[in-house]
């Protein structure tokens, strides 16, 4: 079993940046693929992108391919997630994700964090 808790969100204005954490408890983080999905007001959870076990393959969403960078670091149980050229749209709250497999779906995932508030003012 692994615990995760983001950080990082805040608020920044459009065209800014923002890095977020999800720091993970347990010796076993290298051995999830991990995940950030995000979740607007009235909206369903959606995929952001995703990293396989080793961090060698990455995956993003289209709507923020060019501008977010997924990486983890094993030695030190955390994911990041580097948002360059944050929009309006890009506000919600940001959930990072473990699993046994490497995916775009929810419910590919096990286990998830509280979540962190990143908010985009235009």
């Known amino acids: 079993q692994v615990q995760l808790v983001e950080s990082g969100g805040g608020l920044v204005q459009a065209g800014g940046s923002l890095r977020l954490s999800c720091a993970a408890s347990?010796?076993?983080?290298?051995?999830?693929?991990m995940g950030w999905f995000r979740q607007a007001p009235g909206k369903e959870r959606e995929f952001v992108a995703a990293?396989?076990?080793?961090?060698?393959?990455?995956y993003y969403a289209d709507s923020v391919k060019g501008r977010f960078t997924i990486s983890r670091d094993n030695a030190k149980n955390t994911m990041y997630l580097q948002m360059n050229s944050l929009k309006p749209e890009d506000t919600a709250v940001y959930y990072c994700?473990?699993?046994?497999?490497?995916?775009?779906?929810?419910?590919?995932?096990?286990?998830w964090g509280q979540g962190t508030q990143v908010t985009v003012s235009s």
């Open positions: 990293i396989r076990r080793s961090g060698g393959i990455t």
């Open positions: 994700a473990a699993g046994s497999r490497y995916g775009t779906y929810v419910y590919e995932y096990d286990y």
């Open positions: 347990g010796r076993t983080f290298s051995s999830y693929a």
